[in-house]
């Protein structure tokens, strides 16, 4: 039984067509009136982000696209936000400086999940039962809102302070760090502590995807159905990093010592309140990466990286009353792979590949000791490989096309009983960004994007989903679940 | 059927939006806001062609991704971040150039152009562009040569040559102090060469402008290169725009050397040229008379 009728189905896409016009006449109207970007009203609005202010660069300077960063933008963020030009410590800046910028999507988007088990009659009660559906839900909205401070304190001491908040405005650190920059005079020498993104040469906090369920690399985050650990490529970490870089940043090498609390506060694993207590050992994440100019015609260097992450993650809680206190049994899990970020012409090309492997107790979420250490019969350590290839065409520094395509295979699975097919997800996304206006004060880009995954058995991890349907769709029998987002905004960086 | 009727209004919409946003308005920005002399400038750095127009990523594309802001879009220095900078942007249409290999009032070759743009300019807005691939800082330079007609009717001038350095002695050093005084370089950079000499209040570049004489007591390096030939070549060129003259008339090869060995001593940093000197003024500290008018330094 199906919820949605195609009385309804039209209905609903006659609204949508409805919306794409009113977009369209919105965007025919702003090109119509377009002039040349210097004499654009917006360009004498008294507002600057940070270090096109500090500078006077254009945000261009330092990104493809915004947020991307492109050669001079990485090696600018490599010597610890500074041009090197002496002029980096606040002393030289205007005492009315603040190094701050603010950025939101005002959006419209639409998400539709398939094979969800509903309830018969709305509201369930009696008489109603558990029935596969999908649902659909669109409408006008905000996106999180990013509130960064990020700067020089001194020649060569950096820092950077981002509280991060969802649409209501629900607030936390998303990095928080310092960094001595050049120690002993050396730029391959340099010391971050505090909470941060990794060393990633395939940022998921600079990519160009904003969609719920475009707006995440699932290799980032993918861990099996069923499986304790909860760690994320893609999450923020707190610990110290030594990183280092030639004088244009060509070549590049990180080690990170990391707390095992997935970036987490107060001792727990997540940076919001009520997460389970971490654990007391450390992880450690080490990438090198290396450029190289590819042919006489493409816009910027190619690079590439390998990493590996290896860490532990707890089985088992000391406790007291039954309520978790600190992580124990700490078991191993890892991630290594590839990356590459490659320039032919105006196409920039980004594959990337991670094989993981998690811990039989961690993929079994199975206590390593103690009398509740029981493993099902044939349990393993699960293992698969994800990847990814991204594109972007900048058709020229206002306009990028954007399109990816992301599978996630599992290789192993923790329990034999599973189908060798369950958690395995194929995503892809394709859209565009548009920036009406360049010059060195604000940003704004229209941004257009379809997104659409396919789960097996399990719910999508933009998290656009409530369940499978049981027991049509079991670990050993799972249906795929489709969930597709559509996306209309204006992202705005002030 | 759902998903057929989405993928259809998307890319109908796509489609339309491209055409709309890409096709228009984008494009014509790119160019039409650039006002060069030539489109047909190049650049020959190495084995490197630069074009300034009519390739993937051309110097007038790169230019308006990095550079317009100081620069502007004429090249004239008055980008719309030029009212905030000081020093002030570099004004291509004149064709000045402070950093060069060649005579003074000559054009720089287009190497010399590559590595200011390569170098950055210490104490100004003007980054190193190094983390950008060789080829489109050739591209950039063509961009640059293409804002001036001196381009299309001179050619950039004979590089001097820099003779091999002489001997770091204290004989060296203390002739190039005897030179400082006695060529006035006091004047402006001042005694202990912190850039404060009685004239360096009075200075203007050729645009006007006021500008401070290089402080080498902050310890920067130079702006045209950080090496004692960087430092020979600012005095036989003299930095173009700035009231830097060229000595190349006035002194010898051998007494430039021993002017940069001096001028080493008045860096901050460890090097033999201070070492030496501070061995020397340590054992005559009443026969060094101190640099500045009236005086006869030693």
């Known amino acids: 039984m199906k919820l949605s009728r195609k009385g309804t189905v039209n209905i609903r896409w006659s609204l949508i067509s409805s919306f794409f016009a009113f977009s369209f006449l919105v965007i025919a109207m702003i090109v119509g009136d377009s002039q040349p970007a210097y004499t654009l009203p917006i360009h004498k609005v008294n507002a600057v982000p940070a270090f096109a202010r500090k500078y006077g660069l254009p945000c261009s300077a330092c990104h493809t696209a915004w947020p991307k960063l492109n050669d001079f933008g990485t090696a600018f963020r490599d010597r610890g936000y500074q041009i090197g030009n002496d ?15 603010a950025r939101i999507t005002p959006n419209w988007h639409l998400e539709h999940t398939t094979n969800q088990p509903l309830d018969s009659i709305p509201g369930g009660g009696s008489g109603s039962t558990t029935v596969s559906g999908s649902f659909t839900q669109h409408g006008f909205d905000l996106s999180g809102m990013d509130f960064w401070l990020v700067g020089t304190l001194y020649k060569n001491i950096s820092f950077s302070l981002l509280p991060s908040s969802d649409p209501t405005a629900v607030w936390h650190f998303e990095n928080a760090f310092v960094r001595f920059d050049n120690l002993k005079g050396s730029s391959w020498f340099n010391l971050k502590f505090g909470h941060y993104e990794l060393n990633e040469l395939i940022s998921e906090k600079r990519f160009l995807f904003l969609s719920s369920n475009g707006g995440l690399y699932q290799s980032y985050h993918f861990n099996p159905p069923g499986d304790s650990n909860n760690f994320g490529l893609g999450d923020n970490q707190s610990g110290i990093e030594l990183m280092g870089h030639n004088a244009n940043s060509y070549t590049r090498y990180s080690i990170s010592l990391l707390s095992s609390n997935e970036g987490g506060v107060n001792f727990t694993t997540d940076v919001v309140p009520g997460a389970p207590p971490a654990g007391r050992t450390y992880d450690v994440f080490a990438t090198f990466d290396q450029a190289f100019q590819l042919g006489h015609d493409s816009m910027a260097a190619s690079r590439i990286q390998g990493f590996v992450y290896a860490g532990q993650r707890p089985t088992n809680y000391q406790t007291s009353g039954g309520a978790p206190l600190v992580g124990i049994d700490n078991e191993p899990f890892y991630r290594v792979g590839v990356a590459g970020d490659i320039y032919i012409g105006k196409l920039d090309i980004m594959p990337f590949y991670v094989h993981g492997y998690d ?136 | 059927m759902r998903m057929k009727n989405a993928a259809v ?74 009212q905030w900078i000081d020093p002030k942007p570099r004004d291509f249409t004149a064709a000045t150039f402070k950093c060069r290999s060649t005579p003074t009032g000559t054009l720089p070759t287009d190497e010399d152009l590559y590595d200011s743009i390569t170098r950055g300019f210490v104490n100004s807005n003007m980054p190193s562009w190094r983390p950008l691939p060789p080829d489109i800082r050739a591209n950039l330079v063509a961009m640059v040569k293409s804002f001036s007609p001196r381009w299309q009717t001179e050619k950039p001038g004979t590089p001097i040559q820099i003779t091999a350095e002489t001997p770091v002695t204290i004989e060296s050093v203390l002739h190039g102090r005897e030179l400082f005084q006695k060529m006035e370089c006091w004047k402006c950079h001042g005694p202990a060469g912190k850039g404060d000499g009685p004239s360096a209040s009075t200075l203007t570049d050729s645009q006007n402008n006021p500008i401070k004489p290089f402080n080498f007591s902050a310890g920067d390096r130079f702006k045209c290169g950080a090496t004692n030939a960087d430092l020979y070549r600012d005095f036989m060129t003299g930095l173009d725009g700035t009231p830097m003259p060229s000595f190349a008339d006035v002194i010898k090869p051998e007494e430039a050397w021993d002017l940069v060995h001096f001028l080493r001593t008045l860096q901050p940093m460890d090097t033999k040229e201070r070492e030496l000197w501070k061995s020397y003024a340590a054992a005559h500290k009443t026969d060094i008379k101190p640099i500045g008018p009236d005086t006869g330094a030693q």
Not at chain 1, 88 to 101: G, H, K, L
Not at chain 1, 371 to 384: C, D, I, K, Y
Not at chain 2, 14 to 21: D, E, I, Q, S
Request: glycine share 12%.
């Open chain 2, 9 to 82: 209004s998307f890319f109908s919409g796509v489609a339309f939006v491209v055409f709309l946003a890409a096709g228009t308005p984008c494009s014509a920005q790119i160019d039409h806001n650039i006002t060069p002399v030539t489109t047909t400038a190049q650049s020959k750095v190495g084995s490197m062609t630069g074009h300034a127009y009519g390739v993937v990523d051309s110097g007038a594309q790169v230019y308006r991704r990095y550079c317009v802001g100081c620069h502007g879009p004429a090249g004239d220095g008055n980008g719309e971040n030029a």
């Open chain 1, 87 to 101: 002029r980096d410590s606040p002393i030289w800046q205007n005492p009315a400086y603040f190094p701050m910028t």
């Open chain 1, 359 to 494: 811990n039989v107790y961690l993929g079994a979420s199975v206590p390593s000791s103690g009398p509740n250490s029981v493993l099902p019969t044939g349990a393993r350590g699960p293992s698969w490989n994800a990847g990814f290839v991204e594109f972007g065409y900048y058709v020229n520094p206002q306009f990028v096309a954007i399109g990816r395509y992301e599978a996630v295979r599992m290789q192993t699975q923790a329990l034999p009983t599973n189908a060798s097919n369950y958690g395995n997800i194929d995503a892809y996304s394709i859209g565009y960004r548009w920036y009406p206006f360049m010059y060195s004060r604000a940003g704004l880009a229209f941004h257009n994007e379809y997104s659409i995954t396919k789960s097996m058995g399990t719910i999508p991890l933009s998290g656009d989903g409530v369940g499978a349907l049981l027991p049509a769709s079991t670990a050993s029998n799972p249906l795929p679940i489709w969930s597709s987002s559509l996306m209309i905004g204006f992202d705005f960086d002030f």
